[in-house]
């Protein structure tokens, strides 16, 4: 694991000595957190998101274990009881807003870790299992929070679902029965409250189990860099203690005060008002739309409106499943040897066309179903797949990568090393690194 | 590769060991044998599991509803509930029985005439699910003043799904028609649902 220069845990206390021979956590807390970790020396602020969300995680684990001790999973009284929460509890609406909000937060540093990736190319080989790993982790997350959206039962959490188990009744012949086994009934109820509930509680601690082989996996290779260069020697490296624990440390307070702005001045505002009414099985809400992380994939899934062969339903559910499954197939679909963005023009341009294509999906998924909403998502739906089953191969075959440096360290030298996020992702310049200004 | 049954025991002959070889030995009947007993009753204790998933007595014990027709007047129609899913009964006009029989079924996604979607000499009578068939949403049009759609029958909000006069799909993403559930006539005025 990690680089021959790597240096070694040496417990100095006879305690930890004693502790390092029986049970080695010291030893593995410092090879992968510590001084033991070499870590490319030019990571910029992008590389913070990881442990943003790990910090994320933590916060709606907390949360969620405490409001879980006032909460009752019960249709007849779960609203009241998050009411209960809001108004009774001491500290209850502290603890909800700051779960509610959490959740958003996490989206909003894992989106952030995913482009991350996706631009520095992060998901190539050798890297493609932490891919891999973190799209499992993305669609646990995300069945995470469609479940917990559910527990206050009130309007969006039930119409949300019955629209979402409603996907299920999409698969030809056995649909209704899969959508009944899942719901322990024919519409949202009890049963179904209960075991989302259930789910809600245990699927976080998958995530967590999922989050440790994610880091496992990359601390093989060891940690990408904006130039995508391979680490050629020491001098390419700094341990992750101090150095990153300190830049961490320092996001982390960034993220803890955009967090509490969150909180504590908005608290709803990224929620639906909806959801203050209770449950109503016999009255759907005039625009049903999921939590904001949701409406991409949403927009995706109503863009669908012909019959094709297939149900115009199934194409929509097929495609937005399909939509997050395609990149589990990424790290073969960009054949490129070159990793960073920052020397592909093409591919760079399209990276950023992506990201608007995906802001525009997000801004239909969360507008009302009207003709031009539609039409939208149709144009926007078919660019995404375009982008990766079509665009990106091509240009990964086609396009004339700039030169890249000789090393990490020439290129910090020569002040191209990536380590301000302005000077790499979002700069528009595009100065070639002059390879032998090191000297 | 060493196995151990190539190691001879000190001062036990090699003799037992080599007698013959067959294929599988015993010893391999022994472990496939145990491994897939074990295998079957794994399986076996995973059934209840996934069951418990499916609905409950209690839940299935609802699977009737009686309805009285007697209150709702040719043109109204009332929302009431059927296995804890909205239930919209309908007391069609003599306009929107022609209506709906004036479609020609081979133009709809999904063909079925007005007689075939509700009981013979009660043509009036349009029972349904207030389920829209796209993802589940209860459709507008059976409560008063409520937008009934371009076609006179119901208008899901979702999607845009849009009903006839006759529930059937005629426009918007919904596969099939709203679902009408098994019922019969106790009386003129009273029927069963389930």
Not at chain 1, 108 to 115: A, E, G, Q, W
Not at chain 1, 347 to 370: E, H, K, N, Q, S
Not at chain 2, 125 to 142: D, E, F, K, N, R
Request: one cysteine or more.
């Amino acid at each position: 694991m990690s680089f021959p220069w790597a240096k070694q845990y040496e417990p100095k206390l006879p305690l930890t000595r004693w502790l390092d021979e029986r049970l080695p956590v010291p030893r593995l807390v410092y090879n992968s957190l510590g001084g033991g970790y070499p870590v490319p020396r030019n990571l910029n602020y992008f590389w913070n998101f990881g442990v943003l969300a790990g910090a994320a995680l933590a916060i709606q684990i907390i949360t969620g274990i405490v409001l879980a001790m006032h909460y009752a999973a019960n249709g007849t009284v779960a609203f009241d009881s998050v009411e209960s929460i809001m108004r009774d509890v001491n500290a209850g609406w502290f603890l909800r807003y700051a779960h509610a909000n959490g959740a958003s937060m996490f989206f909003i540093v894992v989106y952030t870790h995913i482009f991350r990736g996706l631009y520095y190319g992060s998901y190539k080989a050798p890297r493609e299992m932490v891919w891999l790993l973190g799209v499992v982790i993305f669609l646990l997350m995300m069945a995470t929070a469609f479940m917990g959206y559910v527990l206050p039962w009130g309007q969006m959490s039930f119409w949300g679902a019955q629209v979402i188990t409603g996907f299920f009744s999409a698969i030809p012949l056995v649909g209704d029965t899969i959508r009944i086994w899942l719901l322990g009934g024919f519409a949202p109820d009890n049963a179904a409250l209960n075991r989302f509930f259930s789910l809600h509680y245990l699927l976080p601690f998958v995530i967590a189990g999922v989050i440790i082989l994610h880091i496992w996996a990359l601390h093989i290779p060891g940690s990408n860099n904006p130039t995508g260069v391979d680490v050629k020697g020491e001098q390419d490296t700094v341990p992750f203690h101090p150095y990153y624990t300190a830049k961490d440390g320092f996001g982390l307070g960034i993220f803890l005060l955009i967090f509490a702005s969150l909180l504590f001045f908005f608290p709803n505002y990224l929620g639906h008002p909806d959801n203050y009414i209770p449950a109503n099985p016999l009255s759907t809400p005039a625009h049903i739309v999921p939590e904001w992380y949701f409406w991409p994939f949403y927009a995706i899934l109503r863009a669908f409106t012909a019959d094709f062969i297939l149900p115009a339903k199934l194409w929509g559910v097929l495609a937005m499943f399909g939509s997050i499954l395609l990149l589990f197939f990424l790290p073969w679909l960009d054949s490129s040897p070159v990793r960073s963005m920052n020397y592909r023009p093409k591919a760079r341009i399209a990276f950023w066309v992506l990201v608007a294509d995906i802001a525009i999906l997000g801004y239909c998924g969360g507008a009302p179903a009207t003709a031009t909403y539609v039409i939208l998502s149709q144009i926007c739906a078919a660019y995404y797949f375009a982008h990766f089953l079509i665009i990106l191969p091509i240009i990964s075959r086609s396009e004339r990568p700039r030169p890249l440096p000789n090393s990490i360290t020439e290129a910090v030298l020569a002040n191209h090393g990536g380590t301000s996020p302005a000077k790499t992702a979002l700069a528009t310049s595009t100065t070639s690194p002059a390879p032998h200004a090191a000297h | 590769m060493a196995t151990v049954d190539d190691m001879v025991p000190p001062g036990e002959s090699p003799e037992p060991f080599h007698e013959e070889a067959h294929d599988p030995r015993r010893r391999d009947f022994i472990n496939i044998a145990a491994v897939s007993f074990a295998g079957v009753g794994a399986v076996a204790i995973v059934l209840p599991l996934i069951n418990q998933m499916n609905p409950s007595a209690d839940v299935l014990a609802q699977s009737t509803t009686e309805i009285d027709l007697s209150k709702i007047l040719p043109g109204q129609a009332i929302k009431t509930s059927f296995r804890k899913q909205p239930l919209f009964v309908r007391n069609l006009t003599p306009k929107e029985i022609s209506e709906a029989d004036a479609v020609d079924i081979a133009t709809l996604r999904d063909p079925q005439t007005l007689e075939e979607r509700t009981k013979a000499g009660k043509k009036n009578w349009l029972i349904t699910l207030g389920v829209c068939t796209h993802l589940g949403c209860v459709p507008l049009g059976a409560g008063e003043g409520e937008n009934k759609g371009p076609f006179g029958g119901y208008f899901c909000p979702c999607h845009g799904s849009a009903y006839d006069t006759a529930a059937r799909i005629r426009k918007g993403p919904a596969p099939t028609n709203l679902h009408v559930p098994d019922y019969a006539f106790n009386s003129d005025t009273v029927v069963t649902v389930g």
